[in-house]
T-cell receptor, first 116, second 111 residues
């Protein structure tokens, strides 16, 4: 069974540009969540999608957005990039039910973004 | 903010048991304790989770105190490949995958 796949694995952008990252969850997983990891702030929750709807959002500015498609694949977008957006962006999927979820998150290898 | 407190680092000799503590004194009755680990530059990997009973799987054991205010992750026979940052997370069972990661414990297994 294939794991969570994130593309691209590495990318370099300059300030002011925008970037789109993609995540393909494990087959059958309907929940996809995104995290940002930096040396200073650690792992921080960005947002979660379930059945194409955002159902949780972390404390990030509106420049960070995402969406989920009907096949559960998800994308996140960061507009007007800043130097501080340089980070490892991790996607995780799970077999989330509407309620009573106790399932674990399965993480991808991440997309490492460098903003120059 | 993370609801857990872990020591920043620990060392363990190869082949010995690694016991990683975690304090979660504000845990609610319906919240689970999860453990993940992250090996350098990889995505976090699920290890184990529990509610109030002790749990064991092929990777580790989880011991939760009776008052549920703390827990210990046990790697019974640590290997060099177990060197990683270990995260203890408290999480509810509701429809929420907002995992609040703290700083974790950096475990170094030494030969």
């Amino acid at each position: 069974k294939a794991g969570v796949t994130q593309t691209p694995r590495y990318l370099i952008k300059t300030r002011g540009q925008q970037v789109t990252l993609s995540c393909s969850p494990i087959s059958g997983h309907r929940s996809v969540s995104w995290y940002q990891q930096t040396p200073g702030q650690g792992l921080q929750f960005l947002f979660e999608y379930f059945s194409e709807t955002q159902r949780n959002k972390g404390n990030f500015p509106g420049r960070f957005s995402g969406r989920q498609f009907s096949n559960s694949r998800s994308e996140m977008n960061v507009s007007t990039l800043e130097l501080g957006d340089s980070a490892l962006y991790l996607c995780a999927s799970s077999l989330a039910a509407l309620a009573g979820n106790t399932g674990e998150l399965f993480f991808g290898e991440g997309s490492r973004l460098t903003v120059l | 903010d993370a609801k857990t407190t872990q020591p920043p680092s620990m060392d363990c000799a190869e082949g010995r048991a690694a016991n990683l503590p975690c304090n979660h004194s504000t845990i609610s009755g319906n919240e689970y304790v999860y453990w993940y680990r992250q090996i350098h530059s990889q995505g976090p990997q699920y290890i184990i989770h529990g509610l109030k009973n002790n749990e064991t799987n092929e990777m580790a054991s989880l011991i939760i105190t009776e008052d549920r205010k703390s827990s210990t992750l046990i790697l019974p026979h640590a290997t060099l490949r177990d060197t990683a940052v270990y995260y203890c997370i408290v999480r509810g069972t509701y429809n929420n995958n907002d995992m609040r990661f703290g700083a974790g414990t950096r475990l170094t297994v030494k030969p």
